[in-house]
Structures are given as structure tokens and as C-alpha cells.
């Protein structure tokens, strides 16, 4: 049973709007949560965390939102480029460790110029 | 400074036998976690080490097995090699085992 679930595996966004890429969970003991980026060929890069205490974390062009009481989070990228364009991970944590990771499948973002 | 090293990045082995994937942390690094992404199952959590103890697991069958050694290198195992082993291996290191995991490039083993 997928814990972490990213329900779009595309989207396509025109260079300079915004991007969202969404996640849920099912796991109430998840307390930590972060996004990946990932290019072909190399290892996810990290992104933007939150912790379950807050409900948004802003850093630089990225925003993470968290409605914990619906148990879903989202990036949004504002203005999206086409460097942007990869697969975004949405994971999450429990206890604080973030050494097991809970990944969800991945959300390919083409921003087209 | 360095990057987290996998070696090798690419390995081709036949059903039946077993394979030894290398991770080399960042320098200084304590815990080392390890993943595997297939296209079907995406990122699962294979286990995770930190000063030479396994401290939690995934749900792998027993095929799968790791060890860190006291440089904090870590090594993982796969024993009697599944087609469906076939993916891309990844090795996370960390500083302090709670936050901050640096990933590296991956070893992709293609099981024939």
C-alpha cells in the first residue's frame, strides 16, 4: 500500500508560469517531509523540506505547502524554467530520521520554452 | 569536496548469482541509507547503517543485505540475482543519520 502517493506522473508547464506538483499521504506519523528533483542518470537532488510543525516553507523560486488535516503537500514553482525540467519526488519521514525515506513515484515536469 | 561514490555505476549479471554494490560516503559522513528505484515500485528504502549498525530496514526479502564498515564505506549485497532485481541502486549519506542525506549517482544492475 503506497504511503506516499504523487497521482500526476506528467505535467507540462510553459516557461515563466507556475508549476504545482502535488502529494498525499496516508501515514499520520509522518512528521517530515521534502521534495527531490532528479535528472536521467544521476541521484535525486534535494529541494525543499517541511517539518509537520509548519505549513509552508518558501526558498527562493520553491514553495512547499502542507494541510496536514488533509494530509497533502505541494511544490509550487514560481517563475518555472527549463532547467526545471525533471522528475520531482515527494518523500516523507517518521521519528525524525530521514535515513528511511518514504518516496512517492515521481512527477515528470517538462517546462516547455 | 567529494560527492557520495557508488561504485560501479553500471553491472550486468546473470539469474542465479549474487552482486556486491559499493557506496563511499562523504567524507565524515556516519549513516549511509541505500534505495532502489524501479520504474513499477519507484524509490523503496532497501536499509540504513549508521556507525556500522544496521539501524532500520526495509521490507526486502533476506536476498538483500548491507554492512558499513568503520571508514563508514557500506557495501550491499544481493544474493541469488531476480530478474526483478533489475534497477537502479542508490546510496544516501548523512552527517548526523537524521537529516541533510546526500545521494549519489547509482550503480544501474541489469539482471539477465
Known amino acids: 500500500d503506497q504511503q506516499v502517493k504523487q497521482n500526476s506522473p506528467s505535467l507540462s508547464v510553459q516557461e515563466g508560469r507556475i508549476s504545482i506538483l502535488n502529494c498525499d499521504y496516508t501515514?499520520?506519523?509522518?512528521?517530515?517531509f521534502l521534495w527531490y528533483k532528479k535528472y536521467p542518470a544521476e541521484g535525486p537532488t534535494f529541494l525543499i523540506s517541511?517539518?509537520?510543525?509548519?505549513d509552508k516553507n518558501e526558498d527562493g523560486r520553491f514553495t512547499v505547502f502542507l494541510n496536514k488535516s488533509a494530509k497533502h503537500l505541494s511544490l509550487h514553482i514560481v517563475p518555472s524554467q527549463p532547467g526545471d525540467s525533471a522528475v520531482y519526488f515527494c518523500?516523507?519521514?517518521?521519528?525524525?530520521?530521514?535515513?528511511?525515506?518514504?518516496f512517492g513515484k515521481g512527477t515528470k515536469l517538462s517546462v516547455k520554452p | 569536496k567529494a560527492g557520495v561514490t557508488q561504485t560501479p555505476r553500471y553491472l550486468i549479471k546473470t539469474r542465479g548469482q549474487q552482486v556486491t554494490l559499493s557506496c563511499s560516503p562523504i567524507?565524515?559522513?556516519?549513516?549511509v541509507s541505500w534505495y532502489q528505484q524501479t520504474p513499477g515500485q519507484g524509490l523503496q528504502f532497501l536499509f540504513e547503517?549508521?556507525?556500522?549498525?544496521?539501524?532500520n530496514k526495509g521490507n526486502f526479502p533476506g536476498r538483500f543485505s548491507g554492512r558499513q564498515f568503520s571508514n563508514s564505506r557500506s557495501e550491499m549485497n544481493v544474493s541469488t540475482l531476480e530478474l526483478g532485481d533489475s534497477a537502479l541502486y542508490l546510496c544516501?549519506?548523512?552527517?548526523?543519520?537524521?537529516?541533510?542525506?546526500?545521494f549519489g549517482s547509482g550503480t544501474r544492475l541489469t539482471v539477465v
Open positions: 501515514n499520520s506519523m509522518f512528521d517530515y
Open positions: 544516501a549519506s548523512s552527517f548526523t543519520g537524521d537529516y541533510g542525506y546526500t
Open positions: 547503517y549508521f556507525s556500522e549498525t544496521q539501524r
Open positions: 567524507s565524515g559522513h556516519r549513516s
Open positions: 517541511i517539518s509537520s510543525i509548519k
Open positions: 518523500a516523507a519521514s517518521a521519528g525524525g530520521s530521514q535515513g528511511n525515506l518514504i
